[in-house]
């Protein structure tokens, strides 16, 4: 469709340039950015135990500092927390009230679902059916099986057929077996591949997606039934403007889940509203296996497609889908994706911190729009909230032991930290109820409360061990 | 040093209070939805039993009705909801009784009260509530709610309107959609489609009207023409196609580009009736805007005339990509013809219309063996 909006430059596409150029880049600035900081306290802290100003009192002061930026963390996550819960239950209750409808219209763009099921995946037969049953008029669902499952299962599941499919190779993939559909499925298309990364398997995907959105889908997933019309509403209200469009991946507190469990959750819901103001970002950045995500087709190809399909990419086409220029990157607040088992949580924290490191350093690349620059400095205050807390602790437990702190500061410091700890997690339950996300039942609430004492306590502590990890990780890998 | 630590236990006392708060919380909710769900399903059954004892939706009485349903439950608020629950699974006839019945018991001055005293919250449900009960007495307060300082409420307050199906409304309707997003658009339309009413009188209206500011009668206009493209490539039967293409045609030579360029769209959705009115889309293909004469190409397209293809084929030499892409995609929809004179220009002087051929020829392929 011709839009009158843009001028006619806009619609060239640019060259692609490698992906891992500029994630080395950025990658560089991202450490640069977290080091100098750091160089300089220590610089500073070397330079007073050198001098005759008493050990006691340099590192008691380093102690306040640091619970004094713990505590001021804390305010700012708390207020996130507020505005977080006021905004999505105002967009929740707005979806609840008005029954919205998606008919076959011009203005509601066809979509192709791209899933690439894993080994560990189970039910995969269900998980087809239940993307075959999703309530939006136009779209389609390519399954690429890199062997994964086996082909012969779905072709009697589905009466899958194989059809001579001629598409267009957009991006450079490896080798595919067969193409089958399906008569009884029309919108369902199965491509068999040898095995390789996920990447090679999106790529295949994308080259034969005929529509101009497509939906990038976690194998232990599962969409609700209006899941998609909701992930694709962006699109539909800015359609020039919307680049991305995504939805967190949710865990649902089964009957007979364990304290952990809940503990996760607790420790999701949590990050989720205390991440409101960057939300956005920070869920895409923080890689296809967090969320359920809506990219464009052609920007996908202007970028050259997937090259490792881990987190990071998705800041790379950020970036040049043009990050300066006006654009909107959507992240839908509803619940409309349900985990069906959980990744383990150090891999999620490290992709979220990792992700956090990308994009501050990306941000600051795009750093001529000073409209970001709170952007800039949420970013850096959740670089460095698990360092900060690690070192604090590291320092304030050393010093003790050590004789070098008394144990009044001590209290205060821990104090501080599980005060803060505690209200942060309990307000992101009653952020999630009161925003209308989610609505337990007494036991489960009972549950969730406990678990986000342990969480505060435990859970916390061992959680930001993962994300300077995950910042290291970020970092690391060029 | 003692100031800040009962600082910290003022903080540890708030939490304990939070948490307090949010399992009473809890305890509240769920109480009160197993209290709903228990008054929904006798109000159910007693439903089933009046409609069943009257035969008919019209020889139901609505005293009883309430009567039922305030011994089921004095809780208003769960009355409510549950009357509107009700009233949304029931078509327009059947669930009268009950619309009379949420009038009776004082509903709709209250959702009238709060539309108009209420915070957001109260305003943006209470609009909800009335356009679904269609309520046609609040249609006057809706009206005003639509210049609301809130967007969420105008937008119920729009909803709420065409949900109620006063075809007088269509205009104000028409209005306040021009400041909306695709999706508040999609929304309203699919509304309006379902009032079952003609709307070519009220769009035509809304065309010729004059006075007011002139941007915002242009930005009118040009909702109306997007609506009129849809209703006519959706619903023909409500618009009438001659009246509309009538209205079109004074716009295709208007100095607005946007509304010249959405007249031609009419064009294409509704087809053309007469020779001149396919010469004037015709001729668009020679305007000198390049946005016109792309928009010109892909309308002939879709109007399907063979007689567009030489004008067609010349346009595949345009300057501008986008015109000599929906030239070259107008032609592979005209047919045969079309797609002859495609071949033709493969080998033909012009790199650029050569380039373009060739891709859409491809494309072509590419679907027919698919297909096969």
């Given at each position: 469709?011709?839009?009158?909006?843009?001028?006619?430059?806009?619609?060239?596409?640019?060259?692609?340039?490698?992906?891992s150029?500029?994630?080395?880049?950025?990658?560089?600035?991202a450490?640069?950015l977290?080091?100098?900081?750091?160089l300089?306290?220590?610089?500073?802290?070397?330079?007073a135990?050198a001098?005759?100003y008493?050990?006691t009192?340099?590192?008691?002061?380093?102690?306040i500092?640091?619970?004094?930026l713990?505590f001021?963390r804390?305010?700012?996550?708390?207020?996130q927390?507020?505005h977080?819960?006021?905004?999505?239950?105002?967009?929740?209750?707005?979806?609840?009230?008005n029954?919205?409808?998606?008919?076959?219209?011009p203005?509601?763009?066809?979509?192709?679902i791209?899933?690439c099921?894993?080994?560990t995946?189970?039910n995969?037969e269900?998980?087809?059916?239940?993307?075959l049953?999703?309530?939006?008029?136009e779209?389609?669902?390519?399954?690429?099986?890199d062997?994964?499952?086996?082909t012969?299962k779905?072709?009697?599941?589905?009466?899958?057929e194989?059809v001579?499919?001629?598409f267009?190779?957009?991006?450079?993939?490896g080798?595919?077996h067969d193409?089958?559909?399906?008569?009884?499925?029309?919108?369902?298309?199965?491509?068999?591949?040898?095995?390789s990364?996920?990447?090679?398997s999106?790529n295949v995907?994308?080259?034969?997606?005929?529509s101009?959105l497509i939906c990038?889908?976690?194998?232990e997933c599962?969409?609700?039934?209006d899941g998609?019309?909701l992930?694709a509403?962006?699109?539909?209200?800015?359609?020039?403007l919307t680049?991305?469009?995504a939805?967190?991946?949710?865990?649902?507190?089964?009957e007979?889940a364990?304290?952990?469990?809940?503990?996760?959750?607790?420790?999701?819901?949590?990050?989720f509203?205390?991440?409101?103001?960057?939300r956005?970002?920070l869920?895409?950045?923080?890689?296809?296996?967090n969320?359920?995500?809506?990219?464009?087709?052609?920007?996908?190809?202007?970028?050259?497609?997937f090259?490792?399909?881990?987190?990071?990419?998705?800041?790379?086409?950020?970036?040049?889908?043009?990050?300066?220029e006006?654009?909107?990157v959507?992240?839908?607040?509803?619940?409309l994706?349900w985990?069906?088992?959980?990744?383990?949580?150090?891999?999620e924290?490290?992709?979220?911190?990792?992700?956090?490191v990308?994009?501050a350093?990306?941000g600051?690349?795009?750093?001529?729009?000073?409209?970001?620059l709170?952007?800039?400095l949420?970013?850096?205050?959740?670089?460095?909230?698990?360092?900060?807390?690690?070192l604090?602790l590291v320092l304030?437990l050393?010093?003790f032991?050590?004789?070098?702190i008394?144990?009044e500061?001590?209290?205060?410091f821990f104090?501080t930290?599980i005060?803060?700890?505690?209200?942060?997690s309990?307000?992101g339950?009653?952020?999630?109820?009161?925003s209308?996300?989610h609505?337990?039942?007494?036991?489960?609430?009972?549950?969730?409360?406990?678990?986000?004492i342990?969480?505060?306590v435990?859970?916390?502590?061992?959680?930001?061990y993962?994300?300077?990890?995950g910042?290291?990780?970020?970092?690391?890998?060029? | 040093?003692?100031?800040?630590?009962?600082?910290?236990?003022v903080?540890l006392?708030?939490?304990?209070?939070?948490?307090i708060?949010q399992?009473?919380?809890?305890?509240r909710?769920?109480?009160?939805?197993r209290?709903?769900?228990e008054?929904?399903?006798?109000?159910?059954s007693?439903?089933?039993q009046?409609?069943t004892?009257a035969?008919?939706?019209?020889?139901?009485?609505?005293?009883e009705?309430?009567?039922?349903?305030?011994?089921i439950?004095k809780?208003?608020?769960?009355?409510?909801d549950?009357?509107?629950?009700?009233?949304?699974?029931?078509?327009?006839?059947?669930?009268?009784?009950?619309?009379?019945?949420?009038?009776?018991?004082?509903f709709?001055?209250?959702?009238i009260?709060?539309?108009?005293?209420?915070?957001w919250?109260?305003?943006?449900?209470?609009?909800?509530?009335?356009?679904?009960?269609?309520?046609?007495?609040?249609?006057?307060?809706l009206?005003?709610?639509m210049?609301d300082?809130?967007e969420d409420?105008?937008?119920?307050?729009?909803?709420a309107?065409?949900e109620?199906g006063?075809?007088?409304?269509?205009p104000?309707?028409?209005?306040?959609?021009?400041?909306a997003?695709?999706w508040?658009?999609?929304?309203?339309s699919e509304?309006?489609?379902?009032?079952?009413?003609?709307?070519t009188?009220?769009?035509?209206?809304?065309l010729t009207?004059?006075?007011?500011?002139?941007s915002?009668?242009?930005?009118v206009?040009k909702?109306?023409l997007?609506?009129?493209?849809?209703?006519?490539?959706?619903?023909?039967?409500k618009?009438?196609?001659?009246?509309?293409?009538?209205?079109?045609?004074?716009?295709?030579?208007?100095?607005?580009?946007?509304?010249?360029?959405?007249?031609?769209r009419?064009?294409?959705?509704?087809?053309?009736a007469?020779?001149?009115e396919?010469?004037l889309?015709?001729n668009?293909?020679s305007?000198?805007?390049?946005e016109?004469?792309?928009v010109?190409?892909?309308?002939l397209?879709?109007?399907?005339?063979q007689?567009a293809?030489?004008?067609?084929?010349e346009?595949?030499?345009?300057e501008?990509w986008?015109?000599?892409?929906?030239?070259?995609?107008?032609?592979a929809?005209?047919g045969?013809?079309g797609?002859e004179?495609?071949?033709?220009?493969l080998?033909?002087?012009?790199?650029?219309?050569?380039?373009?051929?060739?891709q859409?020829?491809e494309e072509?392929?590419?679907?027919?063996?698919?297909?096969?």
């Amino acid at each position: 469709m011709l839009n009158l909006g843009l001028s006619q430059q806009e619609y060239v596409l640019k060259q692609p340039q490698h992906l891992s150029q500029v994630s080395f880049r950025y990658r560089l600035l991202a450490g640069l950015l977290l080091l100098v900081p750091f160089l300089l306290f220590c610089i500073a802290l070397l330079l007073a135990l050198a001098s005759e100003y008493p050990a006691t009192k340099i590192v008691s002061e380093v102690a306040i500092v640091l619970t004094v930026l713990i505590f001021l963390r804390g305010v700012l996550s708390l207020s996130q927390v507020v505005h977080s819960a006021i905004k999505t239950r105002r967009s929740v209750l707005s979806r609840l009230a008005n029954k919205f409808t998606m008919a076959r219209s011009p203005k509601v763009p066809p979509v192709s679902i791209l899933f690439c099921p894993k080994e560990t995946q189970q039910n995969c037969e269900e998980t087809l059916r239940s993307l075959l049953a999703l309530d939006y008029p136009e779209y389609e669902l390519i399954v690429v099986n890199d062997g994964s499952v086996p082909t012969e299962k779905l072709l009697v599941e589905f009466g899958l057929e194989p059809v001579n499919k001629v598409f267009k190779r957009s991006l450079m993939t490896g080798s595919i077996h067969d193409i089958y559909a399906s008569k009884k499925y029309p919108k369902l298309l199965v491509v068999s591949k040898p095995r390789s990364n996920l990447a090679d398997s999106l790529n295949v995907g994308i080259n034969l997606a005929r529509s101009p959105l497509i939906c990038f889908f976690e194998d232990e997933c599962v969409l609700t039934r209006d899941g998609l019309s909701l992930l694709a509403k962006p699109f539909i209200e800015y359609p020039n403007l919307t680049v991305i469009s995504a939805a967190t991946a949710e865990m649902s507190l089964a009957e007979d889940a364990e304290l952990f469990d809940a503990v996760k959750i607790a420790s999701r819901k949590r990050l989720f509203h205390s991440s409101s103001f960057l939300r956005a970002l920070l869920c895409i950045a923080s890689g296809l296996r967090n969320s359920v995500s809506i990219f464009r087709k052609a920007d996908l190809i202007r970028v050259g497609g997937f090259q490792e399909a881990v987190m990071g990419e998705a800041v790379s086409l950020l970036l040049r889908s043009g990050l300066a220029e006006e654009h909107r990157v959507s992240h839908v607040a509803d619940v409309l994706c349900w985990k069906l088992s959980s990744a383990r949580p150090e891999v999620e924290l490290g992709q979220w911190q990792a992700s956090a490191v990308l994009m501050a350093a990306t941000g600051l690349a795009a750093a001529r729009d000073i409209r970001l620059l709170p952007g800039y400095l949420l970013l850096l205050v959740e670089c460095y909230a698990p360092i900060l807390e690690l070192l604090g602790l590291v320092l304030v437990l050393g010093g003790f032991l050590t004789g070098l702190i008394g144990s009044e500061l001590v209290l205060l410091f821990f104090m501080t930290l599980i005060s803060m700890a505690l209200l942060e997690s309990v307000s992101g339950i009653v952020a999630d109820e009161f925003s209308l996300r989610h609505q337990h039942t007494v036991s489960e609430t009972l549950l969730l409360v406990f678990a986000s004492i342990i969480e505060a306590v435990l859970y916390r502590q061992v959680a930001n061990y993962y994300r300077v990890k995950g910042i290291l990780e970020a970092l690391l890998k060029a | 040093m003692q100031f800040v630590f009962y600082f910290l236990i003022v903080l540890l006392a708030l939490w304990a209070f939070i948490t307090i708060a949010q399992v009473a919380y809890s305890i509240r909710v769920e109480a009160k939805r197993r209290f709903k769900s228990e008054v929904r399903a006798r109000f159910k059954s007693v439903l089933q039993q009046i409609y069943t004892e009257a035969g008919s939706p019209t020889r139901i009485s609505i005293d009883e009705v309430v009567a039922s349903l305030e011994r089921i439950c004095k809780d208003r608020i769960i009355c409510r909801d549950v009357l509107i629950e009700f009233t949304s699974k029931l078509d327009l006839d059947e669930s009268k009784p009950l619309r009379d019945a949420y009038e009776r018991m004082g509903f709709v001055k209250q959702d009238i009260e709060l539309l108009q005293n209420g915070k957001w919250q109260a305003r943006f449900e209470a609009a909800t509530r009335l356009g679904r009960m269609r309520c046609w007495s609040a249609i006057e307060v809706l009206n005003g709610a639509m210049r609301d300082k809130d967007e969420d409420v105008r937008f119920a307050a729009v909803c709420a309107l065409a949900e109620i199906g006063d075809q007088y409304s269509i205009p104000a309707i028409v209005h306040a959609l021009t400041d909306a997003n695709g999706w508040q658009v999609l929304q309203v339309s699919e509304r309006l489609l379902a009032m079952n009413v003609d709307v070519t009188h009220a769009f035509l209206q809304m065309l010729t009207a004059s006075g007011g500011v002139k941007s915002r009668r242009e930005a009118v206009i040009k909702t109306v023409l997007d609506l009129i493209a849809d209703f006519a490539q959706r619903a023909d039967d409500k618009l009438n196609l001659n009246a509309a293409r009538a209205a079109a045609y004074q716009f295709v030579n208007s100095e607005q580009l946007d509304l010249r360029a959405r007249a031609i769209r009419v064009f294409a959705a509704t087809g053309v009736a007469t020779p001149s009115e396919f010469e004037l889309v015709l001729n668009c293909l020679s305007d000198r805007y390049w946005e016109i004469r792309a928009v010109a190409a892909k309308a002939l397209g879709q109007i399907g005339d063979q007689a567009a293809v030489s004008k067609l084929t010349e346009a595949l030499r345009d300057e501008a990509w986008w015109v000599r892409h929906n030239a070259a995609q107008a032609l592979a929809r005209l047919g045969q013809s079309g797609i002859e004179a495609l071949q033709a220009q493969l080998h033909g002087e012009d790199k650029f219309a050569a380039e373009t051929a060739k891709q859409v020829l491809e494309e072509l392929q590419l679907d027919a063996k698919s297909g096969a």
